[in-house]
């Protein structure tokens, strides 16, 4: 890792460009194509299905069975369900994609499901006539009329830089101003390129994304800490790169983050689709959280630790070339006063 | 602390801590067809862990199929008649009736107007739902004509909000009993507004009950003192009191008594007047106030849905914690030995006291338990434990200086606080800012909060009280600590 990072630590303004762009092209394609919402958040065609309550308990997954089989002959993907049984109906609803050719799909869907309804619940001869089933099955197009509210990405993104600016003045006032800067930068860096690699990869998302975003600025500033606190215990040394990549905490953010991920993992892969989506965009952001603050924020501080101690090391030059400058004009003068002096006394 | 001190202790506590995570995890029967809900079980969950609640709001003259359907007549002709009483659009058949004004007669389409309205209808109760701060909901537009609304289980007032967003119609006074009431002389008077006697509407508190207060103006504040002798007081109220009321359109909200009038304003509690409840109504009356116009909706019952992907989420996702968390554990004790087990402890006491925090906190707000809920949990248990291995690693390495194990520890310890602190601190900003989030992400800053400094004890006190405990206890203190004397490399 160490080797790795000796080339990167020289590499801050490549990787600030890169991310920046990144940044960029994300907030472009979200303004040309929109965000990519989860299914619960976009239009939808629907189809409905309501059952008496009496057959609703006792053989829902027969109706479901026969909606499933269906759906496929017509080549319609559901992507979610909803099943709700109040007073005297329960019902069932299927969401699929909107758009016209879905909605034609849809309407063919329900036409035959009715008429396999009715053929199973005819008095007569249907196969469900025994269990006095009711079902009648509609369909229809739904469009949000709220999908993100604007204002709650906009108080996220306030809550994200008053934290940023904290996180600079605690770690400014603990390590100095250096380390300050880079904690906050860092706290910056790991929220915005998070939501920007999401975006980008147009993950489905909720509004529960506002979270992964708001832990990863908190993540990524504990890890520029962890690396803070290195570089302060060497305080008394002389700054260097290889300092900068030996004082990294590797070994913590690595464990923290290869055990963070296989939990993440467990989580997506046991449960639910849903909570899947989510998992991976955490895990998308943890990788983009262990990039800033392992590769990152050394090549930031090493960056900014050169320029102070260039400066200073200029400021000084200065200081010194003033000094014999003055000490030179001062000889100079002496010289002149004592020449003028030797002349007044010949001339005596 | 002596060995058998230090044993009996941790027996003791070990018992405790068991105890404990068997009333936070364990469901088990107490009798017959009663049985115990662990406090896993006892939370308000967000939509996406936990289901919630919808509605359909439909305009006055709308059926669904369903309703057409089944209110159609057998015989032929007549079913002829009913069917040109109507304009099919998608799933929903808008009554040509003209007391609705949903179709133009002449054109025979859906009239403009209705359109129009609905449309300004539709805006008005989604704005309504966003400013409640929900942290998942659904406004949706049913065939253009229709909303259906869903809210997370964790609403504990979905009936009340369900019930009364759908309200239109301006913000009146009116005055009288329960039974006949009439508006104020003075709001009847031309060019007069309610907005010239009441300024809005904001929830205050008072020690745990919140109440509605009705802020008013000057002009406002003079009507009150003038009609205050005249109202009954709230402990004489009947249905033949007169009080005032506050309305929205024909709809009675509340009665206001002469108790509830004070120089300033008014305040008015309702029933369980707790600060969901009245936030509820807060929001319904000043979007009442600023946006006045007429148009009816029918609500239908209000149903229940499972958490969307699936019933067994929650399980799924507790069984893959639980594993997750499992793994960690054995994974600190391999690595670290009896420094592990030290882990292990402050594993399962940071598991208790957050798991409780999460259930039993509600205060003025449902502590909504969401997906983010579950990450920020992770967050703090997994830096909590990558701390200890971090603490563990500068023991070993002052161990490796050839200084005892006591010395070693304590030195540890010491090079390691202030980074420990740091951490955390820095961690705490972030919680603390995150509450100028919005709705979940606001209530995701409180439980971080919860996590971060629950982890920080854990760590800085908890961990190394055990520590101590355990390693008084132990009877090779090198093989606690998985170290290796330098005489035992000689061997």
Redesign the interface.
């Known amino acids: 890792m160490n080797k790795i990072l000796s080339k990167t630590v020289n590499k801050e303004t490549l990787m600030s460009i890169v991310m920046a762009t990144l940044l960029v092209l994300s907030i472009v394609l979200t303004a040309i194509f929109g965000v990519s919402y989860a299914a619960?958040?976009r239009?939808?065609n629907t189809l409905?299905v309501?059952v008496n309550q009496s057959f609703y308990n006792k053989r829902l997954d027969d109706v479901k069975s026969v909606c499933d089989a269906e759906f496929n002959k017509q080549g319609l993907t559901v992507e979610?369900s909803?099943?709700?049984l109040?007073?005297a109906d329960g019902?069932v609803i299927y969401y699929f994609a909107s758009g016209a050719d879905v909605k034609a799909k849809v309407e063919t869907a329900k036409g035959k499901l009715a008429e396999m309804f009715a053929a199973k619940t005819d008095e007569t001869n249907g196969e469900w006539k025994e269990d006095l089933a009711e079902i009648?099955v509609?369909?229809?197009?739904?469009?949000?009329?709220?999908q993100m509210?604007v204002?709650?990405a906009l108080?996220?993104l306030?809550?994200?830089v008053?934290?940023a600016a904290?996180?600079f003045a605690?770690?400014a006032i603990?390590h100095g101003l250096i380390s300050g800067i880079t904690?906050g930068v860092s706290?910056l860096c790991g929220a915005f390129l998070s939501a920007a690699v999401v975006l980008l990869t147009r993950m489905p998302i909720?509004?529960?994304a506002?979270?992964?975003f708001?832990?990863s600025?908190?993540?990524t500033?504990?890890f520029a800490?962890?690396t803070?606190?290195k570089l302060r215990a060497k305080k008394d040394e002389q700054t260097t790169a290889d300092l900068v990549v030996e004082s990294t905490a590797v070994?913590?953010i690595c464990?923290?983050s290869v055990?963070?991920g296989?939990?993440?993992i467990?989580?997506g892969?046991?449960?639910?689709?849903?909570?899947r989506w989510?998992a991976i965009a955490?895990l998308v952001s943890l990788v983009v959280t262990v990039f800033v603050g392992l590769i990152y924020v050394p090549a930031l501080y090493w960056l900014l630790k050169k320029r102070s101690d260039k400066k200073a090391f200029d400021n000084a030059q200065y200081g010194k070339q003033r000094a014999e400058k003055q000490e030179r004009k001062a000889a100079k003068k002496a010289a002149e006063t004592v020449v003028v002096e030797e002349q007044q006394t010949d001339e005596e | 602390m002596g060995k058998k001190k230090s044993v009996v202790l941790m027996v003791l506590l070990t018992i405790l801590i068991v105890a404990m995570s068997v009333i936070t995890l364990i469901p088990f029967p107490v009798s017959g067809t009663q049985s115990f809900n662990p406090t896993v079980l006892q939370y308000d969950l967000g939509?996406?862990l936990g289901g919630g609640y919808?509605v359909y709001y439909y305009p006055e003259g709308v059926k669904?199929?369903?309703e057409y359907?089944a209110d159609k007549p057998t015989d032929e002709i007549e079913a002829e008649k009913y069917a040109a009483d109507y304009v099919k659009n998608?799933?929903?058949y808008l009554s040509k009736e003209s007391k609705y004004n949903l179709v133009n007669n002449k054109t025979g389409e859906v009239d403009d107007a209705f359109q129009a309205q609905f449309a300004k209808a539709?805006?008005v109760?989604?704005d309504r739902?966003?400013a409640r701060g929900y942290?998942?909901y659904?406004?949706?537009?049913?065939?253009?004509y229709a909303?259906?609304i869903e809210l997370p289980a964790s609403d504990a007032t979905v009936n009340e909000t369900l019930s009364t967003y759908h309200y239109t119609g301006k913000v009146t006074l009116t005055k009288g009993t329960s039974a006949a009431a009439t508006e104020l002389t003075e709001l009847q008077e031309d060019g007069a507004k309610i907005t010239d006697y009441i300024s809005g509407f904001t929830v205050a508190n008072n020690y745990k009950w919140s109440y509605l207060k009705i802020n008013l103006t000057q002009a406002g504040k003079d009507l009150m003192q003038g009609l205050k002798n005249e109202l009954a007081t709230a402990d004489s109220a009947s249905s033949s009191s007169t009080a005032l009321y506050l309305q929205i359109g024909d709809a009675k909200l509340t009665g206001i008594y002469q108790d509830n009038i004070t120089d300033n304003d008014i305040r008015v509690m309702f029933v369980e007047s707790n600060a969901q409840l009245v936030k509820t109504y807060e929001v319904l009356l000043n979007s009442a106030l600023h946006n006045s116009f007429e148009f009816d909706f029918e609500v239908g019952?209000?149903?229940?849905?499972?958490a969307?992907?699936?019933e067994?989420?929650l399980t799924?996702?507790y069984?893959?914690?639980g594993?997750?968390m499992l793994?960690?554990i054995v994974?600190a004790i391999v690595l670290m030995g009896g420094y592990g087990v030290t882990g292990a402890y402050a594993s399962m006491t940071y598991l208790v006291v957050v798991a409780t925090f999460f259930a039993f906190i509600t205060g003025n707000a449902a502590f909504e338990i969401?997906?983010?809920s579950?990450?920020?949990f992770?967050?703090g248990f997994?830096?909590m434990?990558?701390?200890q291995?971090?603490i563990y690693?500068a023991i070993k390495t002052e161990f490796s200086l050839g200084k005892t194990v006591e010395s070693s520890v304590k030195g540890g310890y010491k090079k390691t606080l202030?980074?420990i602190v740091?951490?955390y601190?820095?961690?705490l900003?972030?919680?603390l800012?995150?509450?100028?989030?919005?709705?979940?992400?606001s209530t995701?800053?409180w439980q971080?909060v919860i996590c971060i400094v629950t982890a920080a004890l854990c760590n800085l006190l908890w961990a190394r009280a055990i520590n101590y405990m355990l390693l008084s206890a132990s009877k090779n203190k090198y093989k606690y600590f998985r170290f290796v004397r330098e005489d035992d490399d000689d061997e």
Request: hydrophobic fraction near 55%; charge should be negative; include cysteine.
């Open positions: 619960t958040l239009n939808a409905t309501t979610y909803e099943e709700s109040v007073g019902e009648s509609s369909a229809a197009q739904e469009d949000m009329q709220v509210p204002w709650y108080r996220a306030i809550a994200v008053v934290f904290l996180a605690y770690a603990r904690t706290a909720t509004n529960s506002l979270y992964i708001g832990i600025a908190i993540a500033s504990v800490m962890l803070m606190n070994k913590e464990t923290f055990v963070f296989v939990a993440l467990l989580v892969a046991v449960a639910t689709w849903s909570t989510f955490a | 939509a996406d919808y669904t199929e369903t359907e998608g799933s929903l539709a805006q109760i989604a739902f966003e942290s998942d659904r406004v949706a537009v049913v065939d253009d909303l259906r019952q209000v149903c229940t849905f499972e969307v992907y699936g067994n989420v799924l996702l069984i893959a914690l594993v997750a793994a960690i994974l969401t997906l983010g579950v990450l920020i992770l967050v997994v830096l434990n990558v701390l291995y971090h690693h202030w980074g740091d951490i601190a820095v961690a900003l972030g919680a800012s995150l509450l100028i989030g919005a709705a979940g992400l995701l800053a971080a």
